[in-house]
C-alpha cells in the first residue's frame, strides 16, 4: 500500500493549523498509523541524550512518561546515528525499547517489522519516529523515497513546535532583559517537570511568566508535590541560572544554629566559632536561595530576613560590619501562611514581601491524568537502576495506581513504585519483570470500614432548609468522595458537576481548605 497525496498534504497541513502540540503530535502520530497501517508508533524528542515521547499509538500509556537512554536502547542508538531511515531485520536480536509496553503482545516483540526515521532539523537530531508491525513483511511495500517524505515533515512539524516554544521563552524574557540568554543558561540541564494535566500546564505557564523577573516566589503545597522541583525550574528558568541555587530546610534548623546558617558568623563569636563561615545568603550572592518550610522560621529570625529582603544586608554573628548581598529568594511551605499570620506565628509584613506571586503546587489526586505518566517516568528509573532489560506495569497496576488517593502526592507515588520494583524483581527469575498490584502496599482506609460508610446513604440534617441542604450537599460529596479514594477529578465526574465548581463549593462548605 503507498502513501496517498491526500494522507501526506494532510500532515502537511497540520504544521500550520492553530492546533496545540500535543494535538498536533498526536494527529500527525495517528495519520502515520493509518497511512503505513502499522501496529504501534511513537514520536520521540531527542534532547541530552534522551529520547523523549510526545505522542505514542499503540503502546501502553505509561510510555509517554518514560525517558529513554541512548546509550541503554541499542535500536534508539542506531536511528540517531543513521541519519537516513533504519529498517531493522524482522530477526534482528537487538533488544527493543517497547518489548513488555504494547498490549497483549508479551514481554518479547522477537520477530516483527520495525522502522525508524530519524527526525533531523538544521543538520542536528531533534527526534524520531518508530514504526512497529506484527508482521515481518508489514513495511515491504513502501519504498525510502515515502518514508523520508512522512520523515521530512515530522521533522518540520517538531521543529516547528520547539521554534514556537523557544520564541515564547525568549518573549517573556524580554519583557525583563533586553540581553540574550547566556551560553552558560543555554546549556544548563533543564528541570523537567512531569505533567499535561491543565493544572500543571497553568503551573508550567506561571513558572515561565515569574522565572525571568526578579520577583521573589512563595510556593505553596502540601508536601510531596514537588516543591523543590518548581524551585529549581524557576531557578534554571531566571537570568540567574549560571549562578547558584543554594538550598535550605528551615524545619531541619536548631534555633540554636539558624542564624549562623542564614547569615554566617566570624571566628570567636560564640564557643564553637573557631573560624569564620559564610551564611547560605552569602554563597547565594548573585544567585537564588530557595528556603524550603518557610513557615518553620524562628520568629526572631523573620526579622532579620526581612531586613536583608529589604536593603540587601546582613551582618554575621560576631561581626559589626554590613555585607552587601543580591540574592533573589524562592521560598516554599505546606503550611497556611494567612493563618500562621492571625495566629502571631509569622510576621505579617515578611509574607507580604515573600508572597508577590505565589505559586500552587497541586495535590496529586487532583492530577488525574499525571498518574500515569508519573508512573512511567519512575518505573524507568527504577528499570535505570535495577539493572532490568524490561520492567513495566500491568494494565491492573495501571488502573489501581489512578484510583488511589495518593495523601503523600507525587512522594508517595515515586517511593511506592521503587518499593513494587524490588519486589517484583525479586520475584523474577529473569532481567524482565513485571509490576502488578500484589507488589504494592498502601495504607487506605481498611476495606470494612470503607463499605460500612458507602452503604450508609442516609444523612441526619436539622435546621431550617438553607442549613439542611449544606448538610446534605457536604455529606454526599463526603461520601462520594470517600468512594473514588479522594480523588476530587473522578468525584466531580460522579457528581456530574464541574470541576472547578465542585472544588469552590467544597471550600465553602469547609471541606477544602481555602488556600487549596
Same mark, same amino acid.
Given at each position: 500500500m503507498a502513501l496517498s497525496q491526500t494522507e501526506l498534504t494532510r500532515m502537511a497541513l497540520d504544521l500550520t493549523s492553530g492546533l496545540s502540540n500535543h494535538d498536533r503530535f498526536?494527529?500527525? $502520530?495517528?495519520?502515520?498509523? !493509518?497511512?503505513?497501517?502499522?501496529?504501534?508508533?511513537a514520536l520521540l524528542q531527542f534532547k541530552g541524550q534522551l529520547f523523549t515521547p510526545l505522542a505514542i499509538d499503540g503502546l501502553s500509556p505509561d510510555v509517554l512518561g518514560r525517558r529513554f537512554n541512548l546509550h541503554e536502547h541499542p535500536r $534508539?542508538?542506531?536511528?540517531?546515528? +543513521?541519519?537516513?531511515?533504519? /529498517?531493522? #531485520? +524482522? *530477526?534482528?536480536? $537487538?533488544?527493543?525499547?517497547?518489548?513488555? !509496553?504494547? #498490549?497483549?503482545?508479551? *514481554?518479547n516483540l522477537t520477530v516483527h517489522a520495525c522502522i525508524g526515521l530519524p527526525l533531523i532539523a538544521d543538520g542536528a537530531l531533534i527526534g524520531a519516529i518508530t514504526i512497529d508491525g506484527f508482521n515481518p513483511d508489514q513495511f515491504t511495500s513502501f519504498s525510502d523515497g515515502q518514508l523520508r517524505a512522512i520523515s521530512a515533515i515530522a521533522s518540520a512539524s517538531l521543529n516547528n513546535a520547539l521554534l514556537i516554544d523557544k520564541l515564547e521563552k525568549q518573549s517573556l524574557q524580554s519583557k525583563w532583559d533586553d540581553t540574550q540568554v547566556s551560553t552558560t543558561r543555554a546549556q544548563a540541564a533543564d528541570t523537567e517537570i512531569i505533567g499535561q494535566s491543565p493544572v500543571m500546564l497553568n503551573l508550567n505557564q506561571e513558572i515561565a511568566v515569574v522565572a525571568p523577573t526578579e520577583l521573589n516566589v512563595l510556593i505553596l503545597g502540601e508536601t510531596g508535590t514537588g516543591k523543590e522541583l518548581i524551585a529549581s525550574a524557576i531557578h534554571q528558568q531566571s537570568q540567574r541560572a549560571n549562578q547558584a541555587l543554594v538550598y535550605l530546610n528551615c524545619a531541619a534548623l536548631p534555633e540554636s544554629v539558624a542564624e549562623s546558617e542564614l547569615f554566617g558568623h566570624v571566628k570567636g563569636a560564640f564557643t564553637g566559632a573557631i573560624s569564620h563561615r559564610s551564611g547560605k545568603f552569602e554563597m547565594a550572592d548573585k544567585g537564588s536561595l530557595f528556603l524550603d518550610e518557610i513557615g518553620e522560621l524562628p520568629l526572631t529570625l523573620q526579622s532579620k530576613l526581612l531586613r536583608v529582603l529589604q536593603y540587601g544586608d546582613l551582618q554575621k554573628i560576631g561581626d559589626d560590619r554590613s555585607l552587601k548581598v543580591d540574592v533573589r529568594i524562592i521560598a516554599a511551605t505546606n503550611k497556611n501562611l494567612k493563618n500562621e499570620v492571625l495566629a502571631g506565628r509569622f510576621r505579617a509584613d515578611l509574607y507580604h514581601r515573600l508572597s508577590v506571586f505565589p505559586l500552587l503546587a497541586p495535590p496529586l489526586r487532583e492530577r488525574e491524568q499525571d498518574i500515569t505518566l508519573l508512573s512511567g517516568f519512575f518505573v524507568e528509573r527504577c528499570r535505570q537502576q535495577l539493572g532490568l532489560q524490561s520492567l513495566r506495569l500491568s494494565p491492573q497496576s495501571i488502573t489501581m495506581l489512578n484510583q488511589y488517593g495518593w495523601p503523600g502526592n507525587v512522594r508517595e507515588l515515586e517511593h511506592s513504585i521503587y518499593r513494587a520494583a524490588i519486589l517484583a524483581r525479586a520475584q523474577s527469575s529473569s532481567n524482565i519483570a513485571l509490576i502488578n498490584p500484589t507488589h504494592f502496599e498502601f495504607a487506605p482506609q481498611s476495606q470494612t470500614a470503607l463499605a460500612q460508610e458507602? +452503604?450508609?446513604?442516609?444523612?441526619?440534617?436539622?435546621? *431550617? !432548609? &438553607? =442549613?439542611?441542604?449544606? =448538610?446534605? =450537599?457536604?455529606?454526599?460529596? /463526603?461520601?462520594? !468522595?470517600? =468512594? %473514588? %479514594?479522594?480523588?476530587?477529578?473522578?468525584?466531580? /465526574?460522579? $457528581? &456530574?458537576?464541574d470541576s472547578g465548581n465542585l472544588h469552590r463549593l467544597a471550600k465553602r462548605l469547609g471541606l477544602k481548605p481555602n488556600n487549596e
Open positions: 498526536s494527529r500527525l $502520530l495517528n495519520t502515520i498509523r !493509518l497511512s503505513v497501517q502499522c501496529d504501534a508508533a $534508539l542508538e542506531a536511528i540517531a546515528r +543513521a541519519g537516513d531511515i533504519v /529498517r531493522f #531485520p +524482522a *530477526d534482528s536480536d $537487538l533488544p527493543d525499547p517497547y518489548d513488555g !509496553l504494547i #498490549p497483549n503482545q508479551g *514481554d458507602i +452503604a450508609t446513604p442516609a444523612f441526619a440534617v436539622s435546621g *431550617d !432548609l &438553607k =442549613q439542611a441542604t449544606e =448538610q446534605f =450537599q457536604t455529606n454526599y460529596i /463526603r461520601q462520594t !468522595l470517600l =468512594q %473514588h %479514594h479522594n480523588n476530587w477529578a473522578a468525584t466531580a /465526574r460522579a $457528581l &456530574k458537576i
